[in-house]
């Protein structure tokens, strides 16, 4: 495995394929900008275990490609990452939309750490990161992103006074599970589960869409 500054061409192609897969037309300065955070993370990775996926080829699929697959669903001016890790989704969604205000939200020092670093060395303007724990944060959001870290209901109880009244919260998950929408209580419902296919990625992929209000009859529609 070479290091990503050895290959920047070999992943700016198959980058730009992704992307229209995923039919988003980002201009070229954004998908420079995103290669460039692959590069910082490959680089702190080796001290900070930021991530498990080592090659920066597979980073480009696994990171950016499926970070950017929820971009149709994100709404509003403001947006909260919680438990971002290494910026994930947060910072490739900061850098499509630059006009939306981006909460990175992480409690571990390390990772909070090459989160400042990132938003410095990018730059990144629109950007801020947020070293706490999503129960103490305060504010209202209104799209919040958050990979699997706990369960939907744990993490709607730890953090749902985030929520704007007419928000959206996209929990990004491996496989919907019936049983964990059904344990979604009022004041919040679940919209649909969304199936995403992710160019680079053979797993299956979903994304599940909440927000405030009133449960209605009926499972959530898994959308293709």
């Given at each position: 495995?070479?290091?990503?500054?050895?290959?920047?061409?070999?992943?700016?192609?198959?980058?730009?394929?992704?992307?229209?897969?995923?039919?988003?037309?980002?201009?070229?300065?954004?998908?420079?900008?995103?290669?460039?955070?692959?590069?910082?993370?490959?680089?702190?990775?080796?001290?900070?275990?930021?991530?498990?996926v080592r090659d920066p080829a597979d980073m480009v699929?696994?990171?950016?490609?499926?970070?950017?697959?929820?971009?149709?669903?994100?709404?509003?001016?403001?947006?909260?990452?919680?438990?971002?890790?290494?910026?994930?989704?947060g910072i490739p969604l900061a850098i499509a939309r630059p006009g939306l205000a981006v909460t990175l939200v992480e409690s571990n020092g390390k990772k909070a750490r090459f989160?400042?670093?990132?938003?410095?060395?990018?730059?990144?303007?629109n950007v801020r990161v947020a070293q706490a724990r999503v129960q103490d944060l305060r504010?209202?959001?209104?799209?919040?992103?958050?990979?699997?870290?706990?369960s939907i209901p744990d993490m709607l109880a730890w953090a749902g006074h985030l929520l704007a009244p007419d928000g959206r919260w996209l929990a990004?998950?491996?496989?919907?599970?019936?049983?964990?929408m059904a344990a979604v209580a009022a004041p919040f419902r679940v919209i649909a589960a969304h199936a995403l296919a992710v160019p680079g990625i053979d797993a299956e992929r979903c994304l599940i869409e909440l927000t405030r209000g009133p449960s209605r009859a009926g499972a959530p529609a898994m959308v293709r």
């Open positions: 495995m070479r290091p990503i500054d050895a290959r920047p061409m070999e992943l700016a192609q198959p980058l730009a394929t992704g992307l229209a897969a995923l039919h988003l037309d980002l201009p070229q300065d954004a998908q420079t900008r995103m290669l460039a955070y692959l590069r910082l993370l490959d680089q702190w990775n080796h001290a900070y275990n930021l991530t498990a699929a696994r990171h950016l490609l499926d970070s950017l697959a929820v971009l149709p669903w994100i709404q509003g001016k403001t947006l909260a990452d919680l438990g971002s890790g290494a910026g994930l989704p989160l400042r670093e990132a938003v410095r060395s990018l730059p990144l303007a504010g209202q959001f209104d799209t919040i992103t958050a990979r699997a870290f706990a990004l998950k491996g496989h919907p599970d019936a049983g964990e």
